[in-house]
């Protein structure tokens, strides 16, 4: 077996299911572009911003993709690859791409505002209330495990961080070319991508940015308060649209790389039920995250994405299409750790910096196929996910503020304020960072993130319900995510707890109570809905 019939077999699944279910989603839920989407309806220069599909496109994939279908697949190949693979396929195709379609287009029709908002309106405001803390929670480990995987990346490679840090230059000046001279996307790209190329170079062959992981995670936390509280314009459009082209080409080569090494499979299809981090069931669904479905994907479509979208037909692939390319990212990103043996990867996975470096070597032996030098494409590889990793970073900071103002809008006035939010956000999940590793906390955040994907495929469910749609596309993806995750909380729960890690163990205690509530109330909602129906089908 090799590594090229795995990408043949994604790629044509999800060009497959793009066209089919995608295009059955749309019809479900009626896109239709005479409707004005709020990018246009609410303008405000700062986060209602309307962009056009290519640049949406790569600000949302850059912002959902991050490290998830990277470090999961990964981490969870412990498993073998098969189980890994098999759930990426299906998982992205009938459960996270409607997720985050049904995420996005709630959105939008909710003025874009939070999934939050949008169980509030179809399950109760009590309910919204419950949410928007689980989301917060959720948001504040998110900023904590990447903050700690972003920081380990550029104290390993002083390369990496000094490319990174250009290219957030290079982003800026691209947002004032596009938003404030009105230059045309075609050029302002070319410019762009080549002085991307040059930052990259500058990277590899003159390194000026070197400092210690804890240093690196204090200027991070300095940089997300920054990135998080400016107008999208300035850095998060322009900025992931930039990084979008690195994916693309690091997946284009990689796909290509595959094509002409065609490298054999050397970890086991299936190793056991039990591995150090847990049982298949549930782990093998949490530990993924994202390379299948990601509750984050939620917050980010309806944080930010449904606030710039520019007609509703776009949402088929921006919103569905971009999780099976997410899909496919976790296939090849599975692959750099099911070429090596099982002494191979764990060697790997001890000195070359976690999951981060079994990918970047993969990417080098992928792109050496094509004549391009190892370290070199190592170099590229890390680069890659380090920048899908910021992307997450400063987003997630961002959609925590959201969070956080929503929640405290009417009671905390003062809390709610842009800057203030930042900060306690920034502090909580800085706080977290500094005081743990993101092995630790990796388990805990992949649980509260499939369990926010379980909650927002529960609010799916009710809007579906509440506009008399078939909602069984949101409903058993929800049970499924619902019944996985909550296992995984119980059995870390005890794990943390038996470890002495009394504060991991405390907020997987708070995620089940919280999301407890949250669930009772969105089926007392969706029972609602389905009982006032049948009396009316039985009034005519």
């Known amino acids: ?31 239709d572009n005479s409707k004005k989407t709020p990018a246009h309806t ?14 949406l496109m790569g600000h949302h994939f850059a912002s959902i993709a991050g490290g998830g279908p990277i470090v999961g697949p990964i ?12 759930w990426m ?3 992205s195709i009938f459960i996270g791409g409607v997720h985050d379609f049904m995420s996005l287009i709630s959105s939008v029709r909710h003025d874009g505002k939070t999934v939050g908002t949008v169980i509030g309106k179809n399950v109760s405001k009590r309910a919204k209330t419950l949410f928007l803390i689980f989301i917060w929670l959720a948001l504040v480990l998110v900023v904590a495990v990447f903050a ?13 961080a000094t490319a990174s840090v250009l290219m957030m230059i290079i982003a800026v000046f691209m947002g004032y070319l596009l938003y404030r001279k009105n230059m045309p996307l075609g050029t302002v790209t070319i410019v762009g991508v080549i002085a991307l190329a040059i930052a990259v170079w500058i990277g590899i062959a ?10 690196w995670i204090w200027i991070l936390l300095v940089y997300i308060f920054f990135a998080s509280s400016m107008p999208v314009w300035i850095l998060l459009q322009p900025r992931d649209y930039l990084s979008s082209f690195l994916l693309y080409v690091a997946l ?12 054999k499979l050397q970890l086991a299809a299936f190793t056991s039920f039990h591995q150090p981090v847990g049982y298949l069931f549930p782990m093998l669904f949490v530990v993924i995250a994202c390379g299948a479905i990601s509750g984050f994907h939620s917050l980010c479509a309806s944080g930010t994405t449904s606030k710039q979208l520019n007609k509703e037909s776009d949402t088929q692939v921006i919103g569905y299409g971009a999780m099976l390319l997410e899909g496919l990212l976790g296939v090849v990103a599975l692959g750099t750790a099911a070429i090596l043996t099982k002494a191979g990867l764990a060697d790997g996975l001890a000195n070359w910096g976690g999951p981060v470096g079994v990918f970047a070597h993969g990417m080098g032996n992928f792109l050496a196929n094509l004549g391009i030098p190892e370290q070199i494409g ?38 709610s304020n842009r800057y203030v939010a930042t900060v306690i956000t920034i502090a909580a999940g800085g706080g977290l960072a500094l005081s743990g590793s993101w092995s630790a906390i990796w388990p805990v955040f992949g649980s509260a993130n499939q369990l926010l994907a379980g909650l927002a495929l529960l609010g799916a469910t009710a809007w579906l319900a509440h506009m008399g749609k078939k909602y069984v596309v949101t409903l058993y993806p929800m049970i499924f995510m619902i019944i996985v995750t909550i296992s995984a909380l119980i059995n870390l729960l005890f794990t943390n707890f038996g470890k002495g890690n009394y504060l991991l163990g405390s907020i997987s205690i708070v995620l089940i109570i919280l999301a407890g509530f949250v669930v009772n109330e969105g089926m007392q909602a969706i029972n609602k809905f389905k009982t006032l129906k049948t009396q009316a089908k039985e009034a005519k």
């Open 252 to 263: 284009g080569g990689a796909v290509i790389g595959i094509l002409f090494g065609a490298p």
């Open 42 to 55: 609410m303008t405000d220069g700062v986060d209602y911003v309307p962009a056009k599909a290519p640049v």
């Open 1 to 31: 077996m090799n590594l090229l019939i795995l990408v043949l077999i994604a790629l044509v699944s999800f060009a497959i299911a793009l066209k089919t279910y995608g295009g059955y989603l749309a019809k479900l839920v009626g896109l």
């Open 206 to 215: 003159a390194p000026f940015l070197v400092f210690s992981a804890r240093t």
């Open 89 to 91: 396929v299906l998982g």
């Open 75 to 86: 981490a969870a190949s412990v498993f073998g690859w098969l189980p890994c693979f098999l």
């Open 378 to 415: 190592i170099t590229f590889g890390a680069l890659t996910v380090s920048s899908f990793l910021l992307t997450s970073l400063d987003t997630a900071t961002r959609l925590g503020r959201y969070a956080l103002e929503e929640l405290t809008a009417e009671w905390a006035p003062a809390i």
């Open 148 to 160: 700690i995987l972003v920081a380990n990346t550029f104290a390993a490679s002083s390369s990496v």
